[in-house]
């Protein structure tokens, strides 16, 4: 009998579409569902059985009530690993969500594949209570950077202008790797504020092979841009896996380091011109 057979899963959320079409799914792939849509509901529930895994919406009637059964379900039942549900992953509530050892931080509309993976994951290994790992912005980087270049990506795509370039994919994230290792190497250094050399000479090729590409300056801002943006979300994302004593810091240093990296590009495309 697999584990997610044997799972006991509690599916708290106030709106009935998502409730019943998660709770099927999830039975489909499984996992014995129990469903609640209200708190004192799902208090209820918690009471009367024990639960491998919760699933509970941020706001259930009231902002921040997914809170309330979390914190239920850790005295009840402290082997449970919890997920919330959220619209919108605010800072505030990430912060809320570590102090109360959420598990994971699932974003509406939750991408299905990658909730059941992440309950197979948690699930073959509990977590002991108060048990957590948190890692740094450049672990984070390095670990992700398959998701921040598929995210680069489909931004670079939708930007009419980028777009318009004949490119391959590998073409148009040939910058990336180099990009992104130079970052994780800035942040490990003694001197995380200061980008590397290897980060500025990364971005003055990519500013002569943008130049070759027939690319304009305009466009290679968007480039990095672009970059810029998938990095954010893919952090925004990953809130609950993320040091937070030197996240601000952390961020800012990506900040001027992707901007001096921007600067290097647009000289070397610019001196390629004369």
């Known amino acids: ?89 605010a800072f505030e509530s990430a912060l809320q969500a570590i102090r109360n050892q959420v598990d994971d931080y699932l974003v509406k509309p939750a991408n299905v594949i990658e909730l059941v993976k992440s309950l197979e994951t948690k699930l073959s290994s509990p977590r002991q209570p108060g048990a957590f790992t948190m890692q740094p912005l450049s672990d984070f980087l390095h670990d992700n950077s398959v998701q921040i270049s598929e995210r680069a ?36 250094s003694s001197r995380p504020e200061r980008p590397t050399r290897e980060l500025l000479l990364e971005g003055a090729r990519h500013g002569l092979i943008r130049r070759r590409q027939r690319y304009s300056q305009e466009m290679l801002v968007h480039d990095i841009r672009a970059v810029d943006t998938s990095i954010y979300e893919t952090v925004q994302d990953g809130l609950l896996k993320l040091q937070l004593s030197r996240l601000i810091p952390d961020l800012r240093n990506v900040n001027s380091s992707l901007s001096m990296h921007l600067q290097e590009s647009l000289r070397a495309f610019h001196e390629s011109q004369n």
């Not at 799972?7 to 079409?21: F, K, M």
């Not at 129990?34 to 529930?45: C, K």
């Not at 590998?170 to 970052?183: A, K, N, S, T, V």
């Open 1 to 89: 009998m697999s584990a997610a057979t044997r799972a006991q899963i509690l599916l708290v959320d106030d709106e009935p579409n998502i409730l019943s079409t998660l709770a099927a799914i999830l039975r489909q792939e499984g996992y014995a569902v129990s469903t609640a849509s209200t708190v004192a509901e799902g208090l209820r529930l918690i009471g009367a059985q024990p639960f491998d895994a919760l699933i509970a919406d941020l706001n259930i009637g009231e902002p921040g009530d997914g809170f309330t059964v979390v914190s239920a379900m850790r005295r009840t039942h402290p082997h449970c690993v919890n997920f919330i549900l959220t619209g919108y992953p």
């Open 153 to 188: 990506l489909a931004a670079m795509k939708s930007d009419s202008q980028l777009a318009a370039i004949p490119l391959t994919d590998e073409q148009r994230l040939d910058h990336l790797p180099g990009l992104l290792r130079g970052l994780v190497q800035q942040l490990q």
